[in-house]
């Protein structure tokens, strides 16, 4: 397939490039990738941008998708180029600050709409390496994965397993404390290609622009860009993953199992003292990594099934994970069963929310109101309207 882009000579497209990739890193798990960089062509960076073209937040450059859509070809010709004459230069990333549970914030970088383009095709070829290699217990930013299948897997391998234990743990500022030559390191295990490496350490270089001041943070990859969550993702399943099925598992004596979204996740233990030595090494293994626990977050739970099959009630052991509390429950026919629900907190910050929208838009119209409110009610059930 060949595009003609305004201002230039057409470029052959290969649009089998990314599939070829893909069962490459199927067939040969143990491959290096060093000729990767060639694959970011016209097509590529064309087909990232209709990705990004719907983000509505701009950074330190202020150009919109609108405004360079208007060039589109010419534009995106000029930013291969420069790609491929090593002349491309990101920008700073632009942060932002959002509310958090608890009355904390986080902090949101927004990188430049050239470097989100860039990033999600680096972001492209890193994912069809990567997806091939990843566990299936890891669910987060992935293909044909999701939070659902996290939630459902999380519940079958309670019951079928039977745990009785709950490792429940977050990992403090994952985005923010990545260090910056362990990840070249990892990711040079699987790729590495000069061309990729290099874009990728000019992402991690490029500063920080908050407040009209510019910094450049030693550490850290900012969320909120395109290529962080494959970063984030291929660090985690160096320092926990890899580690859990090769160091972890088979020491341990009774069954046992983990699920990870990001940097939340959870493991499960048939037994307490599996899940007491667990509990004790993930703190030094993380901070091996530069990496700590969050300590309110991080907890030993009992989930035990309980014993009795007469009457109503509740187990007394529960866990939250992405949003759901998960505890046993009398099913209908009297038998225990792991059921879950919305967790406390997040029920009443969407409350909390809708009144306070509620309140500031008490003036318009009905119709624009009924119109708003229907679609955020559709967006929480579609999230948190599930059974159980």
Known sequence: MDIQPQGGPPILVNESSLLKIRMLAEREPNLMFTSLAHRIDFYLLKKCFRKVRRSRSSGVDKITAK?????????????????????????PVRRVWIDKEGGKRRPIGIPALEDKVVQGAVAEILNEIYNSDFYDFSHAFRRGHSQHKALHELREKCRTLKIGWIVSADVTGLFDNIDHGLLRGIIKRRVNDKGILRLVGKWLKAGVIEDGKLYYPGRGTPQGGVISPVLSNVFLHHVLDEWYVKEVEPRMKGKCFIIRYADDFIIGCELESDARRIMDVLPKRFSRYGLELHPEKTVLIPFMKPTSRVGGGKGKGTFDFLGFTFFWSKGLCGYWVIKKKTAGKRLRRFLKMMWQWCKENRHDPIEEQYKTLCSKLRGYYQYHGVRS
């Open 67 to 91: 405004e360079y859509s208007k060039n589109l070809d010419e534009n995106l010709y000029n930013l291969h180029e420069r790609l491929r004459r090593g002349q491309y230069v990101p920008a």
